[in-house]
């Protein structure tokens, strides 16, 4: 075996172009979905305080925001909705005429070709804050089901692209393929938030989604972080039951998850940038502790190299703008 002086390695390395020619991971605007909370009201664009960037906003100003994302080169937006009033059935969350799908209007309206996710739980909606109905203080899973499926109905109807049930309950996949088959949708794809782990990096987006849990925690029902066998199980019954795109949530914890199942199943493959993550860096770099450009591109490219092919990710927009740059 060839050794050093006949191999030089550095000599890939030693120009920009050179690295710039054997590169082999590349971030792009058109592998990110960019995530967006909507609500009521007029003219609100409400910066949200842990996540610098981030905004609650109005559905009067949600058409400028869609076609800002589209032109950035961004092909879609996952929609969280804060609903005017909340219950103990989520309610909200499957109304024709709630938030989510208010918001699913105006954005096939202002910008067609934006391709339209709908998250799919209740947490948003309970007056609880659980992912779904409570039966003698515990989520009820089978109870929870329909209600799921009614969601990511009314999503379809309202002219969402593609559904991503997130509430992390047994056979929401398949209650959710056979509401949107009996329906006539049955070419509207699922990205199932496969494996979901009970993560401490969701709390910024708790505050983002008013979704706190008014009680115990959701360690019943997302997956334990110590687990990486279990994510994929969990993600081969999602594929099971009818999920055509499957994803690893949170993503910089768990590359290891990632590399896993991009390795085991030949499915598109999603990883979700969260909250936690995101807002470390926002947070490290406004105190000056880090460049945030170099940092947020390699963070985004080590879970692109892990494997995933979609990245749904705070930083979408601006990223797109750096890599237009």
């Not at 909606?125 to 009614?150: E, F, P, S």
């Not at 795109?245 to 598109?268: G, H, N, S, T, W």
């Not at 493959?269 to 940092?295: F, I, R, T």
Request: proline letters at 6%; aromatic letters at 8%.
């Amino acid at each position: 075996m060839l050794g050093f002086p006949d191999v030089r390695l550095r000599r890939v390395r030693e120009s920009a172009t050179m690295r710039s020619l054997v590169r082999e991971t590349r971030l792009s605007a058109s592998h990110f979905i960019y995530p967006l909370f909507v609500t009521h009201g007029e003219g609100v664009k409400e910066p949200i305080e842990p996540m610098p960037g981030c905004f609650h906003l109005s559905l009067d100003l949600l058409a400028e925001e869609a076609r800002e994302i589209a032109s950035l080169g961004i092909p879609g937006v996952l929609l969280f909705g804060l609903p005017p009033e909340k219950d103990a059935v989520g309610s909200g969350a499957y109304d024709p005429e709630g938030i989510v799908q208010e918001a699913i209007r105006v954005i096939k309206e202002a910008a067609p070709s934006l391709m339209v996710v709908g998250d799919v739980c209740l947490c948003e909606y309970t007056d609880h804050g659980h992912c779904g109905v409570i039966d003698n203080g515990r989520v009820d899973n089978d109870k929870t089901l329909d209600l799921l499926a009614r969601a990511a109905l009314a999503q379809v109807q309202a002219g969402a692209d593609m559904v991503a049930p997130s509430s992390m309950m047994d056979g929401q996949v398949r209650a959710i393929r056979e509401s949107l088959d009996a329906a006539g949708e049955q070419d509207v794809p699922i990205m199932g938030y496969a494996a979901k782990y009970a993560s401490s990096f969701y709390g910024p987006f708790r505050v983002a989604a008013d979704s706190t849990p008014q009680f115990g925690d959701r360690r019943s029902y997302q997956m334990d972080p110590a687990n990486a066998r279990m994510a994929l199980r969990e993600i081969e019954t999602d594929i099971a039951e009818g999920a055509d795109i499957v994803m690893v949530k949170p993503a910089l914890a768990y590359l290891d998850v990632i590399r896993q199942a991009r390795e085991r199943f030949d499915y598109p493959l999603a990883a979700y940038n969260v909250s936690g993550e995101y807002s470390m860096v926002k947070a490290a770099s406004q105190l000056g502790w880090v460049d945030e450009q170099p940092v947020t591109m390699e963070l985004l490219t080590a879970i692109r190299r892990a494997g995933a092919d979609i990245t749904i990710s705070y930083h979408a927009k601006q990223v797109a703008r750096w890599l237009q740059e």
